[in-house]
C-alpha cells in the first residue's frame, strides 16, 4: 500500500519561528511536491523537486524554503513564519515517468498567531 | 497562463445524479483528472482521461471530455451521501510533470 505520510497534522507556531514539515514517502518516486490548499484557491504550487538535492520553485515559493537530502524525504521550511503563512500544507509524491498521478499525505494543518 | 477552473459547492439528493465541471486554459495537456479529498483527508485519485478520449466510464463514474472548448466534467450516477467530499480538477502540463489543480468543489448530498 503506497504511503505518505507527514510529521504531524496538527501544529501551532509563533510569528517569527522557524517551522519545519516533514513528509515521508515508501515508492521510492522521484518527485515530491509540496502545496497549500486554502479555501476557495484550491492547491497551489510551492516546490517541487525532481531528484535527491534538486529542487524547482513552484508558484507560491516566497518565505518558503525545502530540503531534500534523501529521495524518500522532502522538507518545507518556513523561516520565519508569519500569519498569513496559516493554510493546511500537503505533501504529495509521484513517479514521475510516464504516469503522473500524485499520492498525497493527509496534510498538516498550520496556524501561526 | 495555466489555470483551472471549477464552481466551489454543489447540492444533490441521495440517488440523484451529480455532475461537476470544470474548464482548463492549457490545450497541450496529456492528462485530466479528478481527485477526492474527503474531510481531514489528503487528496487521492479518483479517475483520469487521457486528452485524446473523449469519454471514459468507471463503475458510477462518467467523464466527458471536451477539448475544443477544454471542458471536462464528472458525473456521478446515483450519488450517496459517502460521495460528499470536495473533488478537484486537474490538469498535467510542462510534458506530463506539473500538475495545476482546480480550486475544488464542494459536493454535499441530502438524504
Known amino acids: 500500500d503506497v504511503k505518505v505520510t507527514q510529521s504531524s497534522r496538527y501544529l501551532v507556531k509563533r510569528t517569527g519561528e522557524k517551522v519545519f514539515l516533514e513528509c515521508v514517502q515508501d515508492m521510492d518516486h522521484e518527485n515530491m511536491f509540496w502545496y497549500r490548499q486554502d479555501p476557495g484557491l484550491g492547491l497551489r504550487l510551492i516546490y517541487f523537486s525532481y531528484d535527491v538535492k534538486m529542487k524547482e520553485k513552484g508558484d507560491i515559493p516566497e518565505g518558503y524554503s525545502v530540503s531534500r537530502e534523501k529521495k524518500e524525504r522532502f522538507s518545507l521550511i518556513l523561516e520565519s513564519a508569519s500569519t498569513n503563512q496559516t493554510s493546511m500544507y500537503l505533501c504529495a509524491s509521484s513517479s514521475g515517468v510516464g504516469w503522473y498521478e500524485q499520492y498525497f499525505g493527509p496534510g498538516t494543518r498550520l496556524t501561526v498567531t | 497562463g495555466e489555470d483551472v477552473e471549477q464552481s466551489l459547492f454543489l447540492s444533490v439528493r441521495e440517488g440523484d445524479s451529480s455532475v461537476i465541471n470544470c474548464t482548463y486554459t492549457d490545450s497541450s495537456s496529456t492528462y485530466l483528472y479528478w481527485y477526492k479529498q474527503e474531510p481531514g483527508a489528503g487528496l487521492q485519485l479518483l479517475t483520469y482521461?487521457?486528452?485524446?478520449?473523449d469519454m471514459k466510464q468507471d463503475q458510477r463514474l462518467t467523464v466527458l471530455l471536451n477539448k475544443k472548448d477544454k471542458h471536462l466534467s464528472l458525473r456521478i450516477a446515483d450519488t450517496q451521501t459517502g460521495d460528499s467530499a470536495i473533488y478537484f480538477c486537474?490538469?498535467?502540463?510542462?510534458?506530463?510533470?506539473?500538475?495545476?489543480f482546480g480550486a475544488g468543489t464542494r459536493l454535499f448530498v441530502k438524504a
Open positions: 482521461i487521457f486528452s485524446n478520449m
Open positions: 486537474a490538469e498535467s502540463i510542462a510534458g506530463g510533470f506539473k500538475t495545476i
